[in-house]
């Protein structure tokens, strides 16, 4: 057994067992992170295989999740498929509408490409609204999830683990379908599309093939979404959804199969977790997002696999000095940042600005954050980020510095080797 | 007729509007093969700024001020964002502006709070140049409309006529060529990020206070630009000027149009049939005028997909 | 020597007001071996273009066994049996070398919608892209990522990838560019072996090449074909001494 096969056992075990240890919110939460890892993982294969950046991939989502609440009402609420098999509505609604689109957009490449996914997103969501019919204006639609195959579906825990099964075989048909023919072409399709059209394929009918594919299993992911609330609104439309999943897979890396399921999981984890902290969320995953594009382009992923060339480069030892400072730079200027926007969202809200014209003139009431009170006029306050990010960018020098003398240390040794072995270098 | 004449030019100043910041993008397209997806948030920003400034320093100053701020920052994210990741390829550089576009709007909402702000015409423009037909025409937007083509006229002899501007188009055309002849082309390329953005800005504090200044403002006005120069052609400065022009007279038209598809089904005795099946067809055009464009551009993707004035290839 | 398969009568392209090619005729005949030469800008790779569907013609007309491809679309182009490689090099760079061919082999297979079959468990695409391997010496690059590997190895992977449709017609755009004297020798024979019972028509400079190689040479100067023959004809040819070889023969 491969050490990744170990490592995929594992995580398949610990999601297997994890409803025992988690409470009902918790649990929501992995439901969620489940379906953002499907919903990256089905945007990778257009973005990252095909090589065609989409920026409307919401549309698909939402028509999933709309045909798989329809599925679910049809016939007076009993349904149309038994409950653990809804999530096919979707696959069959996100399909469809991305034949639709697909079969216009991929007429262009390139920065064209993207602008028609983003303007045909865009159509949708301007036009779901007035459609009552189909999206349920703005209440939306509801639905039940009727009991099937002697499941109640009542409780979180079974439709964690109903969406459990299907993100792993859809995954698992995500990867097996890079092993395929088409599969092998789609990569063709992002390095050279000229070339392959000289090779005798019809180039449109195979982007549209890979836009319905990825499309199809956003659709599942929409449709898994609705399993799980039973509810869906146009909301599904908007392009903030489709925002999240560009930033999300990209956050987890673009080069490796897992990195946009480790990127989804991870930002929705956290987006979980920091809901009731903070209001910035999305500026943080932003400015993430930003961050990545600019110094790790191959996302977190990339930067494991980038750290682990570099320990077989430079051995474990010289390395870890490296990481701790890179480590420590990360979480200083990540406090530093943290700390100034929560500070200024805090500061220049409307109730606290309310607060402070009511009191007397001049005097700033103090701002609680991270259990303190500070006050917003005193300097001290605005002097820990700075600090903190001084400090968080010393270190990071510190971390390049170390990395450079690494490189210098194993080119001087690569000379000394190549100069006691003079016959070779001939 | 009067109503027609109204929404023509009401859509003739919309399409203006629409046209100075895609002249931006376009330009920068041409010159950077980059689609800057934070073009968009240029024409927000001039408006923000231009709404913090008119406190300070009046409304003439702010719309002064505030395109040259956004210029600031275009020359920032030109020079210590995307000439950092060049190396990796236009497809990073298109997500790298995403993200940006993504960032300024998130910062917007935590400064100015995610609703919209009170940025408002001033008074003493706030009259009517002229009535048609017992409706007065508001004198703001024969304004907007003016500076909009005020500000062609400059660019246009700016770009023909000036030493600056050949080198400016030459290093569009043949950057390298442009380098060898001693040019400075990586300035050059910062500049015209700047102006493209300042240019934006220059829209967005203008437009701004006859619209409205929200955190989304950014997003409905960008995909808007990118209809504009699908349909248009990109690269093409009269491409996008056609297909503003065209956008804005078609949008302002169809808000007025309350008929439906189902209208047209009557011409061939189908009402009955188009009103039982509802949906699409029962749709009122005026409802929809917001997606009209759209639809406009799958019909050009699909008879003719360079744009309408777009080279093929 | 058979009938033409392929012929061009009359051709002409245009770019705006500039024409490029200015009428040319010309018989690719089955099984023959022909080279296009002439001076650089003398429109040879534009015949390339227009005959493989790059571009298409903006008059006259290219017969492929009785058909009119002029415009046709590159895809259906190749699948009636006409393959061609670039002048500039055009693989997939990030991908295998193994992986380039493998995605040349797939198309004869009609794998080009498969999703439900893996590719690594086809035998006979495997096989076929390790003989095509083998064929122009790449076997130990096979895992070599393609965009890395040498100028002179990427031209090779260019011509196994153009034989491996199984072509009726091969066009070769200057497969030996940056070749060492002893890879242009092992190219030359090695495309003298895999085109025995198919047409070729090459654009080469290396004039022992073509003339060692050819069959029948033609002549293209400034978008016309003036003169067609056996390579001691056009050797002998006056007008093209004077219009092209010059020296070079002479020599």
Redesign the interface.
């Given at each position: 057994m491969k050490p990744v096969h170990i490592l995929l056992l594992g995580i398949v075990l610990a999601l297997l067992a994890l409803p025992s240890f988690l409470t009902p919110g918790l649990v929501n939460a992995a439901i969620q992170m489940l379906i953002a890892a499907l919903f990256a993982s089905a945007y990778y294969l257009l973005c990252g295989q095909a090589g065609m950046l989409s920026f409307g991939h919401a549309a698909y989502f939402g028509m999933g999740a709309f045909a798989t609440i329809h599925a679910m009402n049809a016939i007076g609420g009993t349904g149309l498929l038994p409950t653990p098999l809804m999530p096919l509505a979707g696959a069959i609604g996100g399909g469809a509408f991305g034949f639709f689109a697909g079969y216009f957009s991929t007429k262009r490449t390139g920065t064209y490409f993207a602008m028609i996914t983003l303007a045909i997103a865009e159509l949708v969501h301007a036009l779901a609204p007035h459609l009552k019919a189909l999206f349920g204006g703005e209440a939306g639609v509801s639905a039940t999830r009727m009991p099937a195959w002697g499941f109640t579906f009542g409780s979180t825990n079974e439709v964690y683990y109903l969406t459990l099964a299907w993100v792993a075989l859809c995954l698992t048909l995500l990867y097996l379908y890079t092993r395929t023919p088409l599969g092998r072409l789609t990569l063709g399709l992002r390095e050279n599309t000229h070339r392959l059209r000289f090779l005798g394929y019809n180039t449109h009918g195979l982007a549209i093939c890979v836009f319905v594919v990825s499309a199809m299993f956003s659709g599942v992911a929409g449709g898994l979404l609705v399993v799980s609330n039973e509810a869906a609104n146009y909301v599904l439309f908007d392009a903030h959804l489709s925002a999240s999943v560009v930033l999300n897979t990209y956050i987890g890396g673009v080069r490796v199969f897992l990195g946009p399921i480790l990127g989804a999981s991870l930002m929705t984890f956290f987006g979980y977790a920091v809901s009731d902290l903070t209001q910035s969320w999305l500026l943080y995953q932003g400015a993430l997002f930003v961050l990545v594009m600019m110094y790790m382009p191959n996302g977190l992923a990339g930067l494991f696999g980038q750290i682990g060339q570099w320990r077989s480069r430079f051995g474990l030892a010289a390395l870890i000095p490296f990481v701790l400072l890179a480590l420590g730079a990360g979480l200083l200027v990540g406090g530093g940042g943290a700390f100034a926007i929560e500070m200024l969202q805090r500061f220049l809200s409307q109730d606290y600005q309310a607060l402070a014209s009511a009191n007397a003139a001049g005097t700033w009431p103090p701002i609680r954050l991270f259990k303190h009170d500070w006050s917003p006029a005193a300097p001290g306050t605005w002097l820990v980020p700075a600090t903190l990010l001084t400090a968080g960018a010393g270190l990071a020098v510190l971390a390049r510095q170390w990395l450079r003398r690494l490189v210098q240390r194993e080119e001087s040794n690569r000379a000394a080797a190549e100069a006691s072995v003079p016959g070779d270098a001939a | 007729m009067d109503w027609l004449l109204v929404s023509v030019m009401n859509g003739v100043v919309y399409g203006l509007l629409l046209f100075m910041v895609s002249a931006g993008l376009t330009l920068i397209?041409g010159m950077m093969g980059v689609?800057n997806f934070a073009h968009a948030s240029f024409y927000m920003l001039g408006a923000y700024f231009a709404f913090s400034l008119q406190a300070r320093i009046g409304f003439w100053g702010a719309i002064l001020v505030a395109p040259i701020i956004v210029g600031a920052v275009g020359v920032v994210v030109e020079r210590y964002?995307l000439r950092?990741?060049h190396q990796?390829g236009?497809?990073?550089e298109?997500?790298?502006t995403?993200?940006?576009s993504?960032?300024i709007a998130?910062?917007v909402?935590?400064?100015y709070?995610n609703y919209p702000v009170n940025y408002r015409i001033p008074g003493s423009l706030d009259f009517a140049a002229f009535a048609v037909g017992g409706l007065d025409y508001p004198a703001y937007r024969v304004l907007m409309g003016g500076v909009a083509m005020a500000m062609f006229v400059l660019i246009y002899l700016l770009l023909t006529r000036t030493r600056v501007g050949i080198i400016v188009r030459s290093a569009i055309y043949k950057p390298r060529m442009a380098e060898a002849l001693g040019h400075n082309v990586p300035l050059v390329f910062m500049g015209v990020f700047g102006v493209g953005a300042a240019l934006a800005g220059l829209a967005g504090a203008v437009a701004g206070a006859f619209y409205t200044t929200n955190p989304n403002m950014a997003?409905e006005l960008g995909?808007m630009v990118?209809?504009v120069?699908?349909v248009g052609g990109?690269g093409s400065l009269g491409g996008a000027m056609l297909a503003s022009i065209l956008i804005g007279t078609i949008t302002s038209l169809s808000v007025g149009i309350d008929a439906s598809l189902s209208d047209l089904f009557a011409l061939f005795g189908a009402r009955q049939w188009a009103e039982g099946v509802?949906?699409?067809l029962t749709?009122k055009v005026s409802?929809?005028a917001?997606?009209i464009p759209?639809?406009l551009?799958?019909l050009i993707?699909?008879v003719r997909?360079h744009g309408l004035l777009g080279e093929k290839g | 020597m058979s009938d033409a398969i392929l012929t061009l009568r009359g051709l002409k392209k245009s770019f705006g007001d500039i024409e490029i090619i200015r009428g040319v005729d010309l018989d690719l005949l089955g099984g023959e071996r022909h080279a296009l030469i002439g001076p650089n800008g003398a429109g040879k790779s534009t015949i390339f273009h227009l005959i493989s569907g790059n571009i298409a013609p903006t008059a006259g007309e290219i017969m492929f066994a009785g058909k009119q491809i002029g415009g046709a679309q590159p895809q259906a182009i190749n699948h009636l049996g006409i393959s061609r490689s670039f002048q500039i090099t055009n693989i997939f760079p990030r991908l295998t070398t193994f992986e380039n061919l493998r995605l040349a082999v797939m198309r004869a297979h009609g794998l080009q919608y498969n999703f439900w079959r893996l590719v690594d468990n086809n035998r006979r695409v495997r096989e076929q892209t390790e003989r095509l391997l083998e064929m122009v010496r790449l076997q130990a690059r096979a895992d070599s990522i393609a965009g890395e590997m040498s100028y002179s190895e990427q031209r090779s992977l260019e011509i196994a990838m153009t034989l491996a449709s199984d072509p009726r017609v091969i066009l070769l755009d200057e497969p030996m560019a940056g070749m060492s004297r002893d890879e242009t020798e092992y190219t030359s024979n090695l495309i003298r072996e895999v085109t025995k019972g198919r047409a070729l028509m090459i654009v080469e400079h290396d004039m022992d090449v073509v003339f060692s190689l050819s069959e029948r040479v033609s002549v293209l100067v400034y978008g016309q074909v003036i003169a067609t023959g056996t390579p001691e004809e056009i050797r002998r040819n006056a007008s093209v001494k004077e219009a092209y070889l010059g020296e070079e023969v002479a020599a």
């Open positions: - | 397209f689609l964002f950092r990741v990796y236009h497809a990073h298109l997500l790298l995403f993200g940006l993504f960032m998130e910062l909402k935590l400064f709070g997003l995909v990118f209809v120069v699908v990109l509802g949906g699409l749709l409802s929809t917001g997606t759209f639809a551009m799958l993707l699909l997909p | -």
